[in-house]
């Protein structure tokens, strides 16, 4: 695979130690040092487990947890005890772990918040003796519930249909215990929070039916059938999740056209699929407009190409006609829903020269290149749509295709400033100057190559005592770059002191919304080399001391110094013996230490990580914690175990690449399976074809299965902080969609 390495800087974080007592009734405290760590998800599932990961210095031998909401009249049902606790002491942190399965007591409304009064109980000693004092300390966090406990998906086999044609639909209803794997009975409360709006809080218990069914997969109470006038034209009732993967409906020969709809529920839940009956011929080649996302004010022109190819891979010959828009968005869908020019003798909110037709050949080519004037568009707001109309030249079928972009109000800067928002005490900040799209003209400073390209710079590092704050325009950069799982990544990281040998650095992130921690031996890499560059102007000595080359001094002989008399009131010298404009002297060959070190390591990628990571890396040293957030995105190989497992060969395969017409495929599934002598619903593979020419047919309205959205619509409450907010371990947890309590 391609390796993705990037650096993790490493700010080490004391966390703030709450007030630890000693059992009521003494009058001493027992132990105020003993700092406890607490992580979870800030979303609860009802039906699984939920993770709580302690990190304590002293061991712990009770935590109760209890769940509650504001006014509940019964609190006692939602305590949950661990006694004892299941834990272990780590080696590497000279910490004890102590990782907790929550089960939430009591059913409420998806979404709703809640909190959590985390208690936990330990001895003033390192191993708990009788006798000793018992210190009890607590903690409150509010959580919430996950968005939705059943996600209902669903789809049909095409998106258009003939009338007297067979329509074919198969929809599943998922909860959280398909998407996560796990080794315990499925569990729900016994009772649930209800509220009326004139009322408190108050628990009842669920019905013993209910809750069965619940611990279930889920059933589908209806699903029906409404033709465009939304009358029902068939339904079924206790449609079992296996069947509903397979029904089929017969459109009567004079059936209504227009758009159908496809209506399930299940619970409380609905999901609603649509499809479009009417008489159509479906074309034997695929047209569409290619477009930039936005245009500059600036520009006087609008170009785009129009690109058409049958479906079996040739060039088309024939003709098109073009048409480029300025009006009102509105006027702009309407064309497009009847898949229409516009007329030219038709009086409407157009500019003359945006109303003529071009009409050009398409021949030996994909694409062919049509520009219009947009010089006389005023109103900036509006949006650009070319319609286009391709006529294939020897039968004389047509297609419509539009396109859309818009007009950009501001130019994009062409020098961009891009610093990382929290400084990390002894590293060097590590910044990029992005020089776009150079004219190579009279005032351009760099010389470089039109396009983008980036000049790294690095500013030495500094102590401070107060935090500092630069504003800068950040640029996002999408690494494309595929991903093999199972794999792994390469991992640099930066430390400003060194690390014990074999130290573990800890992964926490939440895996399809559960709480999921791995961890990997960094290899230390930093031997002493000698420097001039960025990173440092000096000679190695004895361990971690340096000695400056001549001009320069500070931790890792990164700051410049002037002879003489410096650069007098109010200069700064940028490099040796060159001001700018504070006083400095002359310090040549002088020892300094080294403030920042290497480490490596391999970060092994499974299914549990896709398809984007984001999680907090953190190292002990010391008994002090050191952070930092990482995200990657682009790992939708790593989604899931199956895809996973197929990643490397197998899976989806078929036995032909090329077939001629009623010619017969066969098509292979290879798939990892929890029991595969088991027929229930996770074990179930959805497989679907469709003609390529159905692509012709862009319904906004049609919906395919689509697994990958599953866990953003279970846990769509998670609201992340901004990059650029992150300032400390606490903003990296939210970042991470965890919580952590210091």
Request: some cysteine; hydrophobic content about 35%.
């Amino acid at each position: 695979m391609r390796g993705l390495a990037w650096k993790l800087l490493a700010l080490f974080y004391t966390l703030a130690t709450g007030l630890i007592l000693s059992p009521a009734g003494s009058d001493e405290y027992a132990d105020a040092n003993n700092t406890v760590i607490i992580s979870l998800s800030q979303e609860m599932f009802v039906d699984l487990p939920n993770r709580i990961i302690l990190h304590s210095e002293k061991p712990i031998f009770k935590v109760i947890v209890n769940m509650n909401i504001q006014g509940l009249q019964s609190p006692s049902l939602g305590l949950t005890t661990f006694y004892p606790p299941i834990g272990s002491k780590s080696t590497e942190s000279n910490r004890y772990i102590y990782d907790l399965k929550y089960y939430v007591p009591f059913e409420l409304e998806p979404g709703s918040y809640f909190d959590l009064k985390i208690t936990y109980l330990y001895c003033s000693a390192t191993i708990c003796r009788s006798g000793d004092k018992v210190m009890e300390e607590s903690v409150d966090i509010t959580v919430q519930m996950v968005q939705r406990f059943i996600v209902i998906m669903g789809e049909t086999d095409k998106p258009h249909y003939r009338p007297g044609e067979q329509v074919r639909f198969r929809f599943i209803a998922l909860t959280s215990r398909h998407l996560l794997p796990h080794s315990e009975s499925p569990t729900w409360p016994t009772h649930q929070a209800v509220k009326e709006f004139w009322q408190s809080w108050r628990l009842t218990p669920i019905d013993t039916a209910q809750r069965d069914r619940r611990l279930q997969a889920p059933q589908f109470d209806s699903i029906v059938v409404r033709d465009p006038l939304i009358n029902i034209v068939r339904q079924w009732k206790n449609v079992q999740p296996l069947d509903a993967l397979g029904l089929e409906h017969k459109l009567m020969s004079d059936a209504e056209e227009g758009e159908w709809q496809i209506e399930v529920r299940v619970r409380d839940y609905t999901e609603v699929i649509y499809f479009i009956v009417e008489h159509y011929n479906l074309p034997r080649f695929l047209a569409h407009v290619e477009l930039p996302t936005t245009i500059p004010l600036i520009k006087s022109d609008v170009a785009f190409n129009v690109c058409a190819t049958y479906t079996n891979g040739p060039f088309l010959r024939g003709t098109f006609a073009a048409q480029i828009c300025i009006c009102d968005e509105s006027a702009l869908e309407r064309q497009q829903k009847e898949k229409k020019m516009f007329a030219m003798n038709k009086e409407s909110d157009l500019h003359a020269n945006q109303r003529h037709l071009r009409r050009c050949q398409l021949r030996e080519h994909h694409c062919e290149q049509v520009t219009g004037d947009a010089r006389r568009s005023s109103k900036m707001e509006r949006k650009i749509k070319p319609f286009v109309r391709v006529v294939e030249e020897d039968t004389g079928s047509s297609v419509f295709v539009p396109g859309v972009t818009e007009f950009r109000r501001w130019a994009e800067p062409r020098i961009v400033l891009k610093l990382p928002n929290t400084y990390r005490n002894g590293l060097p900040i590590v910044g990029q100057v992005v020089f776009r799209d150079s004219l190579n003209g009279a005032d351009d400073k760099l010389e470089v190559a039109a396009g983008m390209e980036t000049y790294d710079f690095i500013i030495s590092p500094v102590n401070l005592q107060n935090p500092i704050f630069v504003a800068v325009r950040q640029v996002s950069v999408m690494n494309t770059s595929s991903v093999t799982c199972p794999g792994s990544v390469k991992l640099q990281v930066i430390a400003n002191k060194a690390l014990p040998h074999n130290t573990t650095l800890t992964l926490q992130f939440l895996s399809r919304g559960q709480l999921t921690t791995r961890t990997m031996k960094l290899e230390a890499d930093y031997a002493c080399v000698p420097q001039d560059n960025e990173f440092g102007h000096y000679e190695c000595s004895d361990g971690d001391e340096i000695r400056c080359l001549e001009g320069w001094t500070g931790a890792n002989c990164q700051t410049p110094v002037c002879a003489g008399d410096g650069c007098g009131r109010g200069g700064i010298c940028v490099a040796p013996c060159r001001c700018v404009g504070k006083s400095g002297g002359e310090f040549m060959g002088r020892m300094e230490h080294r403030t920042f070190f290497r480490h490596k390591g391999n970060l092994k990628l499974d299914g549990a990580f896709g398809p984007e990571l984001r999680d907090v890396a953190y190292v002990y040293n010391d008994g002090q914690m050191a952070s930092d957030f990482v995200k990657i995105g682009g790992l939708l190989a790593c989604s899931s175990l199956a895809m996973a497992a197929t990643e490397q060969g197998g899976g989806l395969q078929f036995d032909k690449q090329l077939v001629v017409p009623e010619e017969k495929v066969n098509l292979s599934v290879a798939v990892s399976t929890e029991n595969e002598n088991k027929v229930v619903i996770a074990n179930t593979c959805l497989l679907g074809v469709i003609d390529a020419s159905s692509e012709y047919f862009d319904s906004a309205n049609y919906s395919i299965i689509d697994f990958d959205a599953y866990v953003g619509l279970l846990t769509s409450n998670v609201v992340y902080k901004r990059d650029d907010a992150i300032k400390g371990t606490e903003d990296a947890f939210h970042m991470a969609g965890m919580e952590i309590i210091p």
